[in-house]
Nanobody, 123 residues
Framework: QVQLVESGGGLVQAGGSLRLSCAAS????????MGWFRQAPGKERQFVAA????????YYADSVKGRFTVSRDSAKDTFYLQMNNLKPEDTAVYFC????????????????WGKGTLVTVSS
């Protein structure tokens, strides 16, 4: 059974940085794509970034491009979202997700989800 567990959320001032982690377990994830999504209060869930398990392909939403970086450590079955130059509009619950597809691009949703971690950016 696929399990995804996020960590690393918290409160940060605008302009600051946070790194989110997602520990994946339950199967081998080669040929899968891992993603990050977020949902702000009162808003729909939004795609943030995706990476393939080999780490050689990534894709970002325009709103985070140049500020966020997605990466993975296959030895630890963990992937990350480094968030720099955070803005108040980045405040949301961030979810990691996984999909049994090698497509790396925009996703409306994925098959497996973590429970989320809250990121709050104060102005």
């Amino acid at each position: 059974q696929v399990q995804l567990v996020e960590s690393g959320g918290g409160l940060v001032q605008a302009g600051g940085s946070l790194r989110l982690s997602c520990a994946a377990s339950g199967r081998t994830f080669s040929s899968w794509t891992m993603g990050w999504f977020r949902q702000a209060p009162g808003k729909e869930r939004q795609f943030v970034a995706a990476i393939n398990w080999s780490g050689d392909a990534t894709y970002y939403a325009d709103s985070v491009k140049g500020r966020f970086t997605v990466s993975r450590d296959s030895a630890k079955d963990t992937f990350y979202l480094q968030m720099n130059n955070l803005k108040p509009e980045d405040t949301a619950v961030y979810f990691c997700a996984a999909d049994p597809s090698d497509y790396v691009g925009y996703y409306l949703g994925m098959n497996y989800w973590g429970k989320g971690t809250l990121v709050t950016v104060s102005s």
